[in-house]
Every structure is written in structure tokens, then in C-alpha cells.
């Protein structure tokens, strides 16, 4: 049974006054007490998720644990965390009364989805986000992943265009929650794609949020999928609409972006400092740029956990929080708001990460929705594609070369050598695109070993078209030094590369120095800048995304089957029950020097 917080203030006797008229200063306790006195504060509690990637199931390998210290042995672990049926237990059970709570996140509910979601086009998800509560989300980059109208879709209702309705009678309602988009803008109009913000009332203060997500969102997405918006920058856009909030006397108010940082540490309540000296990324410079009026700031994006204070642009300490991703954390936020101002108590802002266990109780209504979809999405998930000798890890490997991007990669050239599907001589994979690990232990009824069709598509979950395109040798040393350089200085993006690809990375050096040019061979010989080579990648990155441009400048292009099937393809003639396929040995890069986190 849930307990309302007391909101009852202490109040202290104050001397006003001596003798022959002097005054008696306050203390600071006593002057804080008369402060209290004066203004009456009310209690609100924030839940928050982000990055959830529609992970209705709880997902398996390294994307299904969280790190945390073992209280009894004080050492690092992983532990199991996530899944729907779960997250619900724990987000009810934390909940105050519910004009006392709200739950909100940060971007990224769906897109990038296992096939229990993606298969209905994430519906299942926002069924699911609307019954364990959520009120209003952030629009994330993978949000865009189908596309402008499908997003207005998820939002608004109806059948799929193409797809149309997946069971008789039945009509996709749209999300009852709210999705912001505050900058993103049509091109033609000016006008936000979705609200910009969201406005409610906690005991009689009113709350407002605005939704933003990453201004280089256009970068990281197809081109068609973001076709007539335009991104602006996410702190101007707050500001402006946070003295439009001000103006209509919304003065508490908190920004939900989809954008994120880097701990300094892996454990999920690892303390980042009362000045934030232990995060680092875009949503430090970000956080210290936003409005001081903005109370709270919850983000996401990086998948990464932390609850941390960074100063606003008066000094302030601010929260700023992430819950990392898959619906493994919640975080809980607990303020208070001044009803005489209508401002969020800054000093009472308090934050902290909550690991959701498998060791509790299923929430039963989310267990039916995730069994009525799993059933329908069984005939194709668990069927049978490959075997494997032990986990092939790529979301779960920190190493620049990872051994299931080396897989995607050989798959790649394996499926589009052949001259008549664009004779592909090498072929490259970009690390966020690989979105899970294939593990060894069975999640279901298949076996230890076996990969089944949903498990290839949890790691390959965009199916993508190949594309073949012809790039000079001088074109394609550029790949490899954009990987170091320009848009990716400061944040490397190293390529997965086919197993025909050797070459040096001196992480010691700065920008394009980076790649040690006399070690790059092809073959085993040396790549000629003035020969043509074709390469193959998927259309994201063909296109140029992630910033690659030396990609985009490519002709002669030739469209191929999508990225999961020819990696569906390869692990079917690569691998049996009686050859396993075996984890690549991660010797096509050789790095000198520190590693870099890839996202």
C-alpha cells in the first residue's frame, strides 16, 4: 500500500527583536525556517526511462545486465535487469499518489526494436508504455527510423499504410502518451513536427516540459527517414521555449533531451561529483547553456546511467540524469515546488538510479500483452538459422573490434562478391548498428547454440538495404581516417571491417594520423589510391551517415538484398550443428595506445 510523503514543515522560534529597539539577526537556519514559513512547498516525483528500444522481452547477453558493487564483496558485477513485465512492477511500486507522480523519458521508446515489436512496427511497445504509465517522452533519433508520417502515426493511430491492421477488428489507437519534438521542425513550415511541450499541474503548480532530441540527428538516420524536417540546436530551442513557458506562468519546468554524456564509470550509481567532474560528453556543454529556469534535466541517447549535478550558466548545480537503456533502470526524481512562485526547489531536486530485478513479481496485464505478441511473432522468430560454439559478442565488447562485427562484415562481402550481386571486394559495418550479442545459451526451447531468426534480427534489426559502391584507393584511405577525423575527432566511430582488411590504428596520434597508412593492406597488399575497389555497406552508411562523406562520393552504385538477410544467409552456410560457427579472433585492427568507448 503506498504512503503520501508528509509535506508538514518544521517551524522554529525566531527572535525579532532586543532591547532599546536592536534587531537580533537571524541565523541561516532560522531565516531558512521564516523562508519555509512564507513559502509553502508541495512534493512531485519524476519516474523516468529513456532508450527503451522496444525490449518487451527481457533482452539477453550484456544488454540484459547492469553493472553494480557487490555489497558483500565489494567487487564488480552484471546483473540481470530488464524486461516489460518487470519495469511495470517496480514503476508501480515506487509511484506516490498519482497527481504527485509523473512518468516521463527521453527519447528512443521504440526503433532498433527486437522482432516481438518491430514485427507490428513497434504498436506492442506503445500499448505496453501506455499501460505502465507513461505521460510524455522526448522524440528520439530512432524515432525517425520509418520515416516522419509513421512517427505522426504512433503518436495519432491507425493501420499501417503498407501492413494496414494485424488483427481483425482491431485498430492501433496511437500512443495516449505525449511526444515532443520541440526541434524538429517542417522544413516548408517552420511549424515543430509534434507539441514542443507538454503542460500539467501537481497540486495546483503548474509543470512543464520540453522535448528535444540531438540536433545531429539527421547524421545517424537515413535520409529518407528525416526527409523534410530540420533539426535546430538543442539549446537555443529549450530557452525559447522555456521563456515561452515563463510567460505563461509555467515556472517549473524540466527538459527532456535526447542526448547524453559518458561516466567515468560503468557501475549505474556511480557518483559523478556535486560540479559533474566525473561526465564528460555533449550533455555537459549542454547542461551548462540551459536556462537556469529549467529545474532538471533528464536525457538519454548513450545508454549510459548516471544521476549527476552540473552547474547551470549562473554556477547552480542542476540535476542531470540517465537511466542507460532497455528498461534495465528507472530513475527516480523527488522535488519540491514552491506554490507562492511556481518554481522547482532547486536544492531539493534528489535523483537516484533504481536497477529493475528479475526477482520481482511480472506485472500480469504486461505479461499478457507481451505473450499475445511473442505468440504471433513466434512462427518466424523461432526458426532455426544458424549455430553457434560460444557468445559472439558485439553490443557487449568495449574492444574497437568487435567479434560479431567481424561476422556482419564477412557476411557482407560473403553475400555481395559474387559478380552478379555487385562484386564487393571489402566491406565495412558501423558499430551502432550492431544491436545485441548472439549468445550461446538458449532463450527459449531451441537449444544451446542455435541462432535463431529473432535472435539474428535483435542484432540486425533495421534491415537495412546493401549497397555496392566504387571507391577509389585515395577514397578509401579517407574512410578510414574519417573514422578519427572530422565530425568523428572527438568521438571515434571505428568501422567493423571484412576479414581481408588489415590495418593500424595509433590511438597516441590525434585526428587522421590516427590511421598508419603504410599498414593498411587489402589482400595482403598495399591499397593503390589510383585503383577502384568496390565496396559494400549497408545505405546508412553508404549514404554517408555517421560521418562518412568519403562513402557518399561513391559511384556505380548497385542496391542489394538488406543487411539481415545476407547476415541470415551467412550463418546458415557458415554454420551446422556439427561446425558451429567460432568467434573471429580480432586481428584486422591493430590498436596502439587507449581504447575509445564506441555508441
Known amino acids: 500500500m503506498l504512503t503520501v510523503r508528509s509535506r508538514r514543515t518544521a517551524l522554529a522560534v525566531v527572535a525579532a527583536a532586543g532591547l532599546f529597539g536592536t534587531v537580533v539577526v537571524p541565523t ?357 538459422i544458424g549455430y553457434i560454439a560460444s557468445d559472439i559478442n558485439g553490443r557487449g565488447n568495449n574492444d574497437l573490434e568487435k567479434p560479431l562485427g567481424d561476422v556482419i562484415a564477412d557476411a557482407q562481402l560473403a553475400g555481395l562478391a559474387p559478380a552478379d550481386k555487385g562484386g564487393a571486394q571489402i566491406a565495412f559495418m558501423n558499430p551502432g548498428g550492431i544491436r545485441s550479442d548472439l549468445v550461446y545459451k538458449a532463450s527459449g526451447a531451441e537449444g544451446d547454440g542455435v541462432v535463431t531468426y529473432g535472435e539474428a534480427f535483435t542484432v540486425q534489426p533495421f534491415t537495412n538495404m546493401m549497397q555496392i559502391k566504387t571507391l577509389t584507393g585515395a577514397q578509401l584511405i579517407q574512410l578510414l581516417q574519417q573514422q578519427v577525423s572530422g565530425s568523428n575527432a572527438a568521438s571515434p566511430k571505428v568501422l567493423q571491417v571484412s576479414s581481408n582488411l588489415h590495418y593500424t590504428l595509433d590511438l597516441r596520434k590525434t585526428g587522421a594520423d590516427r590511421v598508419v597508412l603504410d599498414s593498411v593492406r587489402l589482400n595482403g597488399a598495399p591499397v593503390d589510391p589510383a585503383a577502384k575497389y568496390r565496396v559494400a555497406a549497408n545505405e546508412f552508411l553508404a549514404g554517408g551517415g555517421d560521418g562518412f562523406p568519403a562513402f557518399a562520393a561513391g559511384t556505380d552504385k548497385l542496391v542489394g538484398a538488406s543487411d539481415l538477410d545476407v547476415f541470415v544467409d551467412y550463418l546458415g552456410a557458415h554454420s551446422s550443428a556439427a561446425s558451429p560457427l567460432q568467434a573471429p579472433a580480432q586481428d584486422r585492427i591493430k590498436v596502439i595506445g587507449p581504447g575509445v568507448a564506441t555508441d
Open 28 to 384: 541561516a537556519a532560522q531565516a531558512a525556517d521564516m523562508d519555509a514559513k512564507r513559502h509553502k512547498t508541495v512534493n512531485l516525483q519524476l519516474l523516468a526511462i529513456n532508450d527503451f528500444h522496444g525490449n518487451l522481452e527481457p533482452p539477453a547477453g550484456s544488454s540484459g545486465t547492469i553493472k553494480e558493487i557487490d555489497p558483500a564483496t565489494g567487487k564488480e558485477v552484471s546483473t540481470p535487469a530488464g524486461g516489460i513485465e518487470y519495469l511495470a512492477t517496480e514503476l508501480r511500486k515506487a509511484r506516490v499518489p498519482a497527481d504527485d507522480s509523473i512518468t516521463v523519458a527521453a527519447g528512443d521508446i521504440i526503433g532498433a526494436s527486437p522482432l516481438t515489436s518491430a514485427l507490428f512496427h513497434d504498436e506492442p511497445t506503445i500499448e505496453a508504455m501506455d499501460k505502465l504509465g507513461l505521460d510524455v517522452t522526448s522524440v528520439g533519433n530512432h524515432e525517425f527510423d520509418e520515416g516522419s508520417q509513421e512517427l505522426l502515426r504512433i503518436q495519432n493511430g491507425g493501420c499501417h499504410p503498407t501492413d494496414g491492421c494485424y488483427e481483425p477488428g482491431r485498430k492501433f489507437k496511437g500512443a495516449n502518451f505525449n511526444y515532443l519534438s520541440a526541434n524538429v521542425t517542417d522544413e516548408k513550415s517552420g511549424k515543430p513536427l509534434l507539441a514542443p511541450y507538454w503542460v500539467t499541474k501537481s497540486q495546483g503548480v503548474k509543470v512543464g516540459f520540453i522535448g528535444v532530441t540531438l540536433e545531429g540527428t539527421p547524421n545517424i538516420v537515413t535520409a529518407e527517414g528525416v526527409k523534410g524536417l530540420k533539426f535546430a540546436n538543442e539549446v537555443t530551442t529549450i530557452n525559447k521555449y522555456a521563456a515561452e513557458l515563463k510567460a505563461k506562468g509555467v515556472n517549473s519546468i524540466v527538459a527532456l533531451i535526447h542526448e547524453g554524456g559518458l561516466p567515468a564509470s560503468g557501475v549505474y550509481n556511480y557518483d559523478c561529483g556535486a560540479a559533474g567532474q566525473g561526465i564528460s560528453g555533449p550533455i555537459v556543454d549542454i547542461a551548462k547553456k540551459i536556462d537556469p529556469a529549467v529545474g532538471a534535466i533528464v536525457t538519454g541517447h548513450t545508454h549510459n546511467a548516471y544521476a549527476c549535478s552540473i552547474p547551470d550558466p549562473n554556477g547552480v548545480p542542476r540535476s542531470v540524469t540517465s537511466a542507460a537503456s532497455f528498461g534495465r533502470l528507472f530513475t527516480q526524481i523527488d522535488m519540491k515546488l514552491d506554490k507562492t512562485t511556481g518554481e522547482i526547489v532547486r536544492p531539493s531536486v534528489k535523483a537516484e538510479n533504481h536497477v529493475v530485478r528479475r526477482t520481482v513479481e511480472k506485472a500480469p496485464d504486461l505479461t499478457a500483452l507481451v505473450d499475445h505478441y511473442s505468440k504471433l511473432a513466434a512462427p518466424i522468430a523461432n526458426r532455426p
